[in-house]
C-alpha cells in the first residue's frame, strides 16, 4: 500500500539525548514536511525538503536537524539543544504542481515523543 | 495577523444539526486550500479541497470567497462521527511555501 510510514510510534528520552524520527514513503511525492503539535495547538512547521539534498527551516527550526538523502526519506533529529521537544511529531509529503502551489499533503500517523 | 485564524470553538451540537465553520487567511496569494479532520491523538486527514467555484462532498460543503479572504465549511445532518477538530490550510501560490495549518475548530456532536 502506498504512503507515509512513521517510526517509532511512541519514543521516550532522556534529557541530552538526540534522538532520530523516521519518515518513509512510496507516493513518489517530491516535497516533504516536519510538524510538531503541542496538546490543544496548531501544526507548526519545522523543516520541509521539496528536493533531494535540500531542505528549508520553518518556524521553529531550532534544536532540530534534518537531512534528504533519498527522496523516499526524510528523518529528523531532535537534538538535546531542543529545550522542550515533549511534543507529537507528524510527518507529511506532497507533490509540487509548479505554477498553481502546492496540493494537498498526506500524513504519516505520528511520533509522541516524550522526555523523561 | 496570523497566517490563517480559525475559531477555536468548541463547537457542541446536536445530532442532526447543521454547523458551519469559517476560516480567514491573510496571504492574498494563496492559491490552495483545504479543509483536513484531526481525530484525537491522530494525524490529520484530508477532508476536502475548496474550490474557488464551492465543492460538495455528500453533506459537507466547501466554500471559498477570494476578495474576503475566507473560507467556510458547512456540514449537513451532523453525525456523532464527525466529532473532531477541523483544520483550515492554506497554501500560497508558488509552491514553495508549505501548507499553513490553522489552530483548528472542536466539534463535539452529541447525542
Known amino acids: 500500500d502506498g504512503g507515509i510510514t512513521q517510526s517509532p510510534k511512541y519514543l521516550f528520552r532522556k534529557e541530552g539525548q538526540n534522538v532520530t524520527l523516521s519518515c518513509e514513503q512510496n507516493l513518489n511525492h517530491d516535497a516533504m514536511y516536519w510538524y510538531r503539535q503541542d496538546p490543544g495547538q496548531g501544526l507548526r512547521l519545522i523543516y520541509y525538503s521539496q528536493i533531494v539534498n535540500d531542505f528549508q527551516k520553518g518556524d521553529i527550526a531550532e534544536g532540530y536537524s534534518v537531512s534528504r538523502e533519498k527522496k523516499e526519506s526524510f528523518p529528523l533529529t531532535v537534538t538535546s539543544a531542543q529545550k522542550n521537544p515533549t511534543a507529537f511529531y507528524l510527518c507529511a509529503s506532497s507533490i509540487i504542481r509548479g505554477g498553481t502551489g502546492g496540493t494537498e499533503a498526506f500524513f504519516g500517523q505520528g511520533t509522541r515523543l516524550t522526555v523523561v | 495577523r496570523k497566517e490563517v485564524e480559525q475559531d477555536p470553538g468548541p463547537f457542541n451540537v446536536p445530532e442532526g444539526a447543521t454547523v458551519a465553520f469559517n476560516c480567514t487567511y491573510s496571504?492574498?496569494?494563496?492559491?490552495?486550500f483545504f479543509w483536513y479532520r484531526q481525530d484525537c491523538r491522530k494525524e490529520p486527514k484530508l477532508l476536502m479541497s475548496?474550490?474557488?467555484s464551492g465543492n460538495e462532498d455528500g453533506r459537507f460543503t466547501a466554500q471559498l470567497n477570494r476578495a474576503s479572504q475566507y473560507i467556510s465549511l458547512l456540514i449537513r445532518d451532523s453525525k456523532l462521527s464527525d466529532s473532531a477538530t477541523y483544520l483550515c490550510?492554506?497554501?500560497?501560490?508558488?509552491?514553495?511555501?508549505?501548507?499553513?495549518f490553522g489552530k483548528g475548530t472542536r466539534l463535539s456532536v452529541i447525542a
Open positions: 496571504n492574498s496569494a494563496s492559491q490552495s
Open positions: 490550510v492554506v497554501n500560497a501560490l508558488s509552491g514553495n511555501t508549505p501548507l499553513v
Open positions: 475548496v474550490y474557488s
